[in-house]
């Protein structure tokens, strides 16, 4: 592979995971604010799954999906000054083209990465750090003794949001959807872990907070909990729906929000990343929790880049570790 030729995995049309095809290529040069990363580890997310489905058709097609990596900058645009060749940065970014050695990306959405965590470890974990800031700090602010609910808890962001709202003094109760993911929740810091397949959530979390349930829900598998999840609610507490794992919630009538006077949020990570003092501002306090303690990256499945496929069938399946990396040729991350 030449310094000028970049291989990706390209989305002619949408479907399972069998659509996403190996190609290669030449490298554009940068546009004046521009870089060029070279890619030593991309995240897979649900997000690039929902986008190979088409559920989300938010990348014109062909394309390149991928949304999260971390690299080293190998050129910059000639009114790049806030960077240098070789610098190790990370990003996150709402324009698809990670699926690749090398990418061209707007200079101001590097982020400058912590030395202590290593390109696999980051790549696998930094869309979902900083999404876990969004939800615990932004969205809805965890205080000490507040009742949290975190569904999938097992899960990337679900064990991350399970350590940090335990870290800010809440009671956590998580959910998970088979027997042999309780462990990870635990360990992860739920105080009680559900079976939301086999119990009734809501009853479950009435029954362990004295019938006053939760001042916030975080659910990110959507139509199969929603419902249930209102159900959980104390008055006045607010309900997060930041991912649709097993659907598009059904249409409803804003009545069932008042029989609580409950909150209802739907947030997307990249509306708080918009500028670049906002990307700086979270990622700061997203590092900042990390050296803290607060959370600490997930053990990660690595698979080569041409091997995109895979890593879908196995997030897909719920068989992730709770990341997945996918890694370019010739790369040592």
């Known amino acids: 592979m030449t310094a000028d030729t970049t291989s990706y995995v390209q989305l002619d049309e949408y479907g399972d995971e069998t659509v996403l095809r190996l190609r290669s290529g030449g490298i554009p040069v940068p546009g004046p604010q521009d870089i060029v990363v070279r890619h030593t580890a991309i995240g897979v997310n649900f997000h690039d799954i929902y986008v190979r489905s088409g559920l989300y058709k938010t990348l014109s097609l062909p394309g390149v999906p991928g949304i999260e990596a971390v690299g080293i900058v190998e050129a910059l645009g000639a009114a790049v000054d806030n960077l240098a060749v070789g610098d190790r940065i990370g990003y996150v970014s709402p324009s698809y083209g990670a699926y690749a050695s090398h990418r061209i990306l707007p200079a101001e959405l590097a982020i400058a990465l912590p030395d202590e965590v290593s390109d696999v470890a980051m790549a696998g974990s930094l869309m979902k750090m900083l999404t876990t800031c969004m939800l615990v700090r932004k ?195």
Request: glycine share 10%; net charge neutral; hydrophobic share 45%.
């Open 139 to 333: 969205i809805h602010q965890v205080r000490p003794g507040e009742v949290v609910v975190v569904h999938a808890a097992a899960g990337g962001v679900g064990q991350l949001l399970c350590s940090w709202s335990k870290a800010l003094g809440a009671r956590v109760i998580g959910t998970v959807g088979h027997r042999a993911k309780r462990d990870a929740a635990h360990a992860a810091g739920a105080d009680h872990v559900l079976l939301y397949r086999e119990e009734n959530t809501a009853d479950r979390v009435a029954a362990l907070t004295d019938g006053a349930g939760a001042d916030v829900v975080y659910d990110a598998i959507g139509r199969d909990t929603f419902l249930n999840s209102l159900q959980c609610l104390n008055y006045a507490g607010t309900l997060v729906n930041y991912g649709q794992a097993s659907g598009a919630v059904e249409p409803f009538t804003p009545d069932l929000l008042a029989t609580k006077s409950l909150s209802l949020v739907r947030p997307i990570l990249f509306h708080y990343l918009r500028t670049r003092e906002q990307r700086q501002a979270l990622s700061e306090e997203t590092f900042a929790a990390l050296r803290a303690g607060f959370m600490r990256p997930a053990p990660a499945r690595v698979f080569a880049l041409a091997d995109a496929a895979n890593a879908h069938r196995l997030l897909q399946a719920g068989q992730s570790p709770g990341a997945i990396v996918l890694v370019p040729e010739g790369t040592c991350a």
